[in-house]
């Protein structure tokens, strides 16, 4: 799998399987599915409460750690104890390190994102964490960072699908060497059926989620699609043998519609 180089010098796949909303053994072989089909990056976090089904997997990865990028993430709640919390994931993925370690949403109080920031800077010189990266954040959130700290995360995860495309974040992000993931990349299901992707699909014989996906990676975004099916994780990672045309990708890019499926980052959670 082709890779991109974060702030730093390190890289990331240039997408990874996603593991929200799935429990138990049924994420434990959805990820050892992943892992066979060739996928190296796992994209986690403590708010999903099953970090300990998809280190169930780890800990059997034919893959050396080293060839792989587990990725996981702080809830705001966990923001005055980010150690406690990063220990917490650290056990549970059965991992001595995180590849990266995400401030999951920033939170509508100041003082508490950036004091937990600071933490997690502490925890990359420990060696805990490799690379430090928020999610859902705002620019002038990630411009208050530069601003306190010197300099900007490495990676920023937001929503950012057809239908909401961020151009405008992803543009700055982009200026400011910050490495996009796109999570809900194919907006729960509900972008696959719109007809320009399926004529798109049908054009180069893929699966709507396939060309989603790629038009993803042709962006320089990461994406990071869950499935539980084994024969849907291998599809949508049978990526890198096409090429959207331009034309297609400008269709594509005339999806927009500036309507988000998640919450709103300026508000969500309350009061943390």
């Known amino acids: 799998m082709n890779k991109l180089t974060l702030a730093g010098g390190r890289s990331i796949p240039c997408m990874g ?6 429990f138990g053994e049924e994420l ?4 050892e599915a992943a892992l066979e089909a060739g996928y190296t990056y796992i994209d986690s976090a403590e708010m999903y409460n099953n970090e300990d089904a998809v280190g169930a997997a780890l800990a059997h990865a034919s893959s050396r750690r080293e060839e792989l990028f587990v990725l996981s993430k702080a809830w705001p709640t966990s923001f005055d104890d980010l150690e406690k919390a990063c220990t917490g994931s650290l056990k549970n993925l059965k991992t001595e390190y995180l590849d990266a370690y995400l401030l999951h949403w920033p939170g509508t109080k100041e003082d508490r ?22 999610s859902n954040f705002s620019i002038e959130q990630l411009e208050k960072i530069k601003e306190e700290f010197g300099a900007y995360p490495a990676i920023h995860e937001i929503e950012c699908h057809p ?10 992000c982009e200026a400011h060497d910050i490495r996009i993931i796109s999570y809900e990349p194919i907006n729960r299901t509900a972008d696959l059926s719109l007809p320009a992707v399926v004529a798109i699909a049908e054009k180069y014989s893929r699966t709507p989620a396939q060309i989603i996906l790629r038009w993803h990676i042709q962006h320089n975004q990461l994406p990071i699609p869950k499935s539980s099916h084994a024969e849907r994780i291998r ?21 927009e519609t500036g309507i988000r499926s998640g919450k709103d980052p300026l508000h969500f959670p309350e009061n943390c």
């Open 28 to 31: 434990t072989r959805a990820v």
């Open 235 to 255: 599809e949508n990672i049978a990526l890198f043998d096409f090429e959207l045309a331009p034309e297609d990708m400008a269709a594509i890019d005339a999806l």
């Open 113 to 134: 994102r950036l004091a937990a920031y600071e933490q997690m800077l502490k925890l990359v010189d420990r060696g805990l964490v490799y690379s430090p990266g928020v």
């Open 163 to 172: 239908s909401y495309q961020q151009r405008e974040m992803i543009q700055w």
């Open 17 to 22: 399987y996603g593991c929200y909303n799935a």
